[in-house]
């Protein structure tokens, strides 16, 4: 979970046991009970899953009450986790991917999770198949029109607060709220109903990465028991609800999963990771209409004052027979202004170099520079979906990320300016079920804000 995310928890008293055992059940078990597992959901008309921060952990984001949690840290008063990869750049695990590959085989009818790290969404869970019961740090929503906006970048509130966004729907424009809940905030109906009524449906509900203690949403699994529905808990910790399961593994998560898929015969898609950005450039004339005057951006394509955490830098440069001297912006906003006579024409180029997290280093664009007074207002149509479809199986063939192309034109006439979106594959990971369960277990995150001891009861306030 993001360590900032606990940060901005309001204090309590108690947070609930933390600094649990781990216990791990001998391989020979293991395996009888993966592959008891397998079987049962085979025979599942109606799966349920239900995650929790151990679904993560292997993706590099710390739990809160395992031995290495954040709380249990906290209270031992030692120094959290240092990092040095940003919470936004987390990728899904093997485990989550596989759950994506279970969806789309029909299998999966349904998700809840009680993370707020997004990665089910990112992963390729469809949203009306998806519960993010306490939240998600990277999405804002419309309290008028309930536009939701998946982010690049980490909400900087909690508790259901306005943001400094607004809806993009012309007919709303209402200001935008975070989706995280504080400790005393009711889950929403929208993500609760939904959830409880598949729970209700399920013939199995598998508990992934969860010591089941976060009420109300922790009684979710035990609704399909009156249906004649089982479930089934996979922790490293022992929880509450053990005696209420039909079977209760002590594993690794994606060791566990990865078996299942093994015995189902199954393969775990790859993960592609695009990103978006784009490149504004705005011209107009001079009061004496001698020259030009034109500005280029890069920039983020939630908003001009939007961060864009996924670059580092932009090298400017121009085609040889220009004056134009090069120019590096290594600080946000990306902007350059230049002024040129009329008839000039020429070349931009430029790369942008991406931060840390991101597998690819570079990418380098032409943009080609020529006044024209236009008086039409245009927008080119592209099929995005497409465009983006096209780039996942170009770099899971290349077995590359780097990969770009255009999935938005907009041409605005007064002043003149025209602004194209790149998509970029910036992250591409593939999974095999023979793999070492710990391959991607040594990435670290970036850690925000200072430490901050705290304790109480970790109840959510049930819905009203």
């Not at 001998?26 to 151990?54: D, N, R, W, Y």
């Not at 978006?276 to 009061?287: D, E, P, T, V």
């Not at 280029?296 to 027979?321: C, K, M, W, Y």
Request: glycine content about 6%; proline content about 5%.
């Amino acid at each position: 979970m993001s360590l900032g995310y606990a940060e901005k928890l309001s204090f309590i008293e108690d947070v609930g046991q933390v600094g649990m055992a781990e216990f791990f059940d001998p391989s020979h078990v293991l395996q009888c009970k993966i592959e008891e597992l397998a079987k049962m959901i085979q025979k599942s008309k109606h799966l349920v899953v239900f995650t929790g921060a151990g679904i993560s952990t292997s993706c590099g984001i710390p739990d809160f009450r395992g031995p290495k949690g954040i709380w249990t840290l906290q209270r031992e008063g030692k120094d959290l986790p240092k990092a040095s990869l940003p919470f936004h750049r987390a990728m899904p695990s093997m485990t989550h991917m596989a759950l994506v590959e279970l969806e789309r085989a029909g299998i999966l009818k349904f998700v809840i999770s009680q993370n707020v790290d997004g990665l089910h969404l990112r992963s390729g869970i469809p949203r009306e198949k998806l519960s993010e019961l306490h939240g998600d740090s990277f999405m804002e929503m419309c309290p008028s029109c309930g536009a939701e906006y998946l982010r690049d970048f980490e909400v900087e509130t909690i508790g259901l607060k306005e943001t400094s966004r607004k809806c993009s729907n012309a007919k709303c424009g209402a200001k935008l709220k975070d989706t995280v809940l504080d400790w005393e905030d009711a889950l929403p109906p929208k993500e609760i109903d939904p959830a409880e009524k598949h729970c209700k449906m399920a013939d199995l509900v598998l508990c992934l990465g969860t010591s089941l203690q976060i009420t109300p949403a922790c009684n979710l699994p035990l609704k399909c028991l009156r249906g004649g529905g089982k479930i089934v808990i996979v922790n490293l910790q022992k929880t509450p609800k053990d005696k209420k399961a039909d079977v209760v593994i002590h594993g690794f998560v994606d060791k566990v999963v990865a078996g299942v898929m093994e015995s189902l015969n199954m393969q775990i898609p790859p993960y592609v990771r695009i990103d978006l950005f784009q490149i504004i450039l705005n011209q107009s004339l001079s009061r004496d209409e001698r020259y030009i005057n034109w500005t280029l951006r890069v920039a983020s394509v939630h908003g001009l004052t939007s961060q864009l955490p996924f670059i580092e830098s932009v090298e400017i440069s121009f085609s040889d027979n220009h004056k134009f001297k090069d120019a590096v912006l290594d600080e946000q906003p990306f902007i350059i202004k230049r002024r040129t006579t009329e008839t000039e024409t020429f070349d931009i180029f430029l790369t942008i170099n991406y931060s840390d997290g991101c597998d690819c280093l570079s990418t380098k664009i032409r943009i080609p520079f020529k006044f024209e007074v236009s008086r039409e207002e245009h927008e080119e149509t592209i099929d995005k979906e497409a465009v983006l479809q096209s780039l996942r199986e170009k770099a899971v063939e290349e077995s590359s990320c780097g990969q770009s192309g255009v999935v938005e034109r907009r041409v605005v006439s007064e002043p003149r300016s025209e602004a194209i979106v790149y998509a970029i594959v910036t992250n591409l990971r593939t999974f095999h079920c023979q793999q070492s369960v710990l391959a991607n277990g040594d990435l670290k995150w970036k850690m925000e804000g200072s430490g901050r001891k705290r304790s109480r009861t970790g109840k959510r306030k049930p819905r009203a």
